[in-house]
Each structure stands twice: as C-alpha cells, then as structure tokens.
C-alpha cells in the first residue's frame, strides 16, 4: 500500500500530533507499506526520511510542505493551499500514484480516510457566546475577530468535506461521532479512541518522583493537590474550578494549572476568591510525568472538549479524575469506580461537592485510581493504531485496491 498522510505537523506534544506519530510508526511496521508524509514539520518520529533524496529503505518518506508565518488564519489557508500543489505536483511530474490519502482532521479536499479530532462545528457552537465583541475590552477584539474567521473557515470547510458520503470518517469518541451525526448527518463513524503510553504513565513512575516532584512545585506534604493541564483556560474550565475551588477554602487544597494562556487574565478573580496563594500557573513541559507525580487528583471540568489526553494520561499514574460529560475521555469513566463525571461542567457547585468528596477521603482516592490504571492499560497506542490500520485496509478494500 502506498499511502499519503496529510498533518500539518507530527509531533508528541499535541494530542492530534501524538495520535499520529504513534500511527505512523506502526503503519511502518506492515509489510509492503510505504508512507508519505506531507508536513511542515516533524518532530520525534522514527524511520523519517526526506523525499525525494532519503534512503530508499525508509518507510515514512517526508514531503516538506512551506510554512507561512503570520496570523494563524493566513498560516492555515497557506498550509491548505500548499500541501495540495505539492501533491499535484508530485502526481503530474514525478508520477506519485497513491492508493489512499488520510488526513487528520481538515487538511485536505480529496482524502479518502479522514480522522475527525475536532469537530469544529461543535466546539464554534459552545464556544460562540465568548466570543462576543460587546462587553469585551478594546484590545481583545482583533484576537477576538480572528478567532470567528478561522472557525468559521474551518466550519464551512466541515461542512463541504464531512458530507462527502464517500470520504469515510473516524472519531476520537462517541461524543464527537454523535456531533458529525447532527451536524453533518454522517451516521457511519467508527469510533477510535486516543490511547496512552503506560510505559511512562503508570502508578509506579507517579510514586517515585512524587516527593522530589512536590518539593521542586513547592507542594506540602499536607495539601491536597489538583491539576488541570491544557491550553484554553476559558474552554477548559478553568472559571468554575476557581469558583468550586474558593467554595473548599476551609480544605488544604492547591490547584496546580499547566498551560500557555496568559495567566493575567485571572489576576481578578484569584484576588476577588482570595485564592491567589493557592494556585499555582506553570508553564509546559516535554516532562509531562512530573505534574501528575505531584498530584493528589485531575480536574478537567471542560465545556467541550472532543478527547482531553491529559484525563487519560492521569488515569494512567493513578490519579483519581474528575472528567466532564462534554469530554470524549469522558465516555471510559465509570462513575464512583475509576473516577468522576461533571454532569454540568458550568456549575461549580457540582464540581464542589467533588472536590470535598476526594480530599475527605483517602481510601476513595486510592480506590478510584487504582481502578483508573487499569482501565487504563486497555487504551494504548497499539490498540489505536491496530484499529485506524484496520479502518484504512477497510477503506482500501472498499475503493477496491487491496
């Protein structure tokens, strides 16, 4: 099988970018597969090699596609246009012939296998009354506007691609197949959910560098430690686990926020909670082990959010979750046996009543982590890559090429 990857970057730092290197590197493993990879950039994948003038014995064989700087609307549109000249190109002058083209997510008119990690349509939807310039401050409107215009691209581009019977559709969890349903009446999705790598996040690897870890994050012995890791503090939830967090004043809790937001933005409300010595902004790491090494318990209360990798991740260690319905990780939570699910991710009362229900209660903790590992050692990358590798033979065999 000749295959061509559309993904605008690969890396492991970006759940989207992690699914794909994990895939790519046992896609390699199959007999008789070759890969071409049209990106911008690849980072921390094996078996790459430069086309045309790589190794003929490499499996991924990596187009570089030009980047554009500038806003992120204009570098999209860029990355867009680009990849398909490059491939025209490379069908009309060098006779590249492949046998399918798979795309994570919109990159792409003609693919004929498309993973869905977002879908925009949705996520617009839910994000949409935040965006609003009324009431905003002056210097927020261009980021503002900016931000309307790309997922309004990216939603009008949804709707042209998703409804195209004959591109066949994955989604990263139930929640967003039952999104390309209503929005694009797309009733043939096959679900394949993000998986983990328990050789680095396992109870054991959290145990030993939990003391080094608490002490360098400057984390008591005493406290009962929160985490939340993303980016899109708004989106993620981070406004009503302030709130349920201040409400628990009276318990030795400290929140520990991971992300690249700009943390000025919640100046106010830590002043107006009376909770700024609590909370801790840290900025990412390539070292992600070492914030769930010091966590006692993992909050994501998002308001949408398509997977949430980290709730998995932390399910992995060991670590009690509290995920919200509105989260694909959402759907392997059993309630009150491997952790926690925020009906109403928007009501901080809620997510109170859970917060003081896991600091009160030791035993539970251990209980629901121990459950979350396990559940978490069957939603691994192999198992990912084994079911998208079957998807695209399924795919294949469908066009009638295999």
Sequence with gaps: MRLAVVSPFVDRRHG???????????????????????????????????????????????????AVPGPHIVAYLCWFLANHVQRFWDSRFRKLKFDLLYSPGINAFGADAISVHVVFGEFYRRVRPRLRLRGAPLSRWPVIIHRRLYYRLICFLESLIYTRKRTELTAISQHSADSLRELYGRHDVRVIRYGVDTSIFH??????????????????????????????????????????????????????????????????????????????????????????????????????????????????CGLPVIASARAGASEIVREGENGFVLRHPEDFQELTVLLRRLCSNPNLCVHLGEEAARTAKGQTWDRNALDTWEFLKAVLEKKGKL
């Design 16 to 66: 989207t970018e992690r699914a794909v290197a994990e895939s790519l590197e046992r896609f390699a493993l199959q007999p008789g597969v070759e890969i071409h990879l049209y990106s911008q950039r690849v980072d921390d994948l094996g078996g790459v090699a430069r086309f045309p003038e790589g190794s003929p014995k490499a499996c991924i064989l990596w187009h570089e596609v030009p």
């Design 203 to 316: 109870p054991a690897a959290r145990r030993a560098r939990r003391d080094s870890e608490r002490s360098s994050l400057q984390v008591g012995s005493s406290e009962f430690c929160l985490l939340l890791i993303g980016n899109d503090w708004k989106n993620k939830g981070l406004d009503a686990l302030l709130c349920a967090f201040a409400e628990c004043g009276d318990l030795p809790l400290v929140l520990l926020v991971v992300g690249s937001d700009d943390r000025r933005e919640y100046s106010g409300a830590l002043e107006k909670l009376a909770i700024r010595s609590k909370v801790k902004f840290l900025e990412p790491s390539h070292d992600v082990m070492k914030f769930y090494a010091a966590a006692d318990a993992y909050v994501g209360p998002s308001l949408e959010d398509a997977y949430g990798l980290p709730v998995l991740e932390a399910m992995a």
